[in-house]
């Protein structure tokens, strides 16, 4: 069974993981769905429980776009990875177990966005083609575990460390092993070199992620909160009311995202912030 050596450099980016096995075939992606000076000790559970019984990597992802360009490249860079197990449960705003998911399936668009993902920006500027359309072929299965958004049983299946180490167990095996409604076996090696990239332009332009354009007036964050619902619904995707004011000024989200503006009880509160931020047409 063929297996290589991870070059210097790997893993290429750094994150919230812990490098195991390098010659192991498979990977932990344990979603992160909350603030990241908060982890669960249900999530950490999770993150050991893969290290311990061998992946190469085990980490937390948390964003569908920086985040899932760092993933990539970690991945990409060692080619004795050819499974992901994804598990943890879903993060509401971001979405990105569903982006990867979408990812793996569909692909990204000409606009660089991972088709029929729901997150809100799921974009992958950072990456090349090339890297995308490796990491799609050397990845050949993702061992979806990931539980719904808010579960708190242990005992499901993307929360129980157990069932987790044997997802992992099973892609060692050398010969097929059924696990779940997967047929899983090491299988070697990706047939080519490793590729190593790194994530080189870190969003310095985050309003292009959203597909918009440059802020016409820079305003103040606190000034665009004042008008908004400030009820913290998430239904924009975002987590607070003020999270989605930082994005708005920077052009990343537009006020229609949000569903409450879009009634005519706000009506004057979007036509301000459209004014206020440039952006009427938009």
């Known amino acids: 069974m063929r297996k290589v050596a991870p070059p210097d450099g790997y893993p290429p980016e750094k994150g919230r993981y812990a490098r195991g096995n390098d010659f192991s075939p498979v990977a932990v992606c344990v979603i992160l769905d909350t603030f990241d000076f ?43 990875i050819r ?25 990204v668009d000409e606009k660089r966005r991972i088709v029929e993902s729901n997150a809100p920006t799921p974009f992958l500027f950072n990456l090349s083609d090339e890297a995308i359309e490796r990491f799609r072929k050397q990845i050949v ?14 005992s499901a299946l993307g929360l129980d460390p157990e069932v987790v180490g044997k997802a992992v167990w099973s892609c060692f095996q050398e010969e097929p092993v059924q696990f ?19 994530v080189v332009w870190k969003a310095s332009k985050p309003w292009e992620l959203a597909g918009t354009h440059k802020p016409q ?34 052009w990343m989200r537009l006020p229609k995202d949000c569903p ?14 459209e004014s206020l931020l440039g952006m009427q047409g938009e």
Request: proline share 5%; with cysteine.
């Open 83 to 107: 499974y992901i197990v994804l598990c943890g449960r879903e993060a509401s705003g971001h979405l990105p177990g569903q982006s990867l998911l979408c990812l793996m399936e569909k692909g």
């Open 217 to 250: 007036k820079q305003v103040s964050a606190l000034v665009v909160y004042k008008l908004l619902p400030g009820t913290n619904c998430r239904d924009c995707g975002e987590k607070t009311c003020r999270a989605f004011a930082s994005k708005l000024v920077q």
């Open 38 to 80: 908060t982890i669960p000790s249900e999530l950490e559970e999770l993150l050991m429980a893969g290290l311990d019984t061998g992946a190469a990597l085990s980490g937390m992802l948390q964003t569908e776009n920086i985040g899932m360009e760092k993933m990539i490249c970690n991945i990409v860079a060692n080619p004795n």
């Open 141 to 154: 299965a993702v061992v979806n575990l990931l539980c719904e958004a808010g579960e708190t049983d242990r």
């Open 180 to 198: 779940k409604r997967y047929t899983l076996y090491d299988m070697g090696a990706y047939p080519e070199p490793p590729l190593v990239q790194k």
């Open 260 to 273: 409450h503006l879009l009634k005519p009880d706000f009506a004057e509160e979007r036509s301000a912030l």
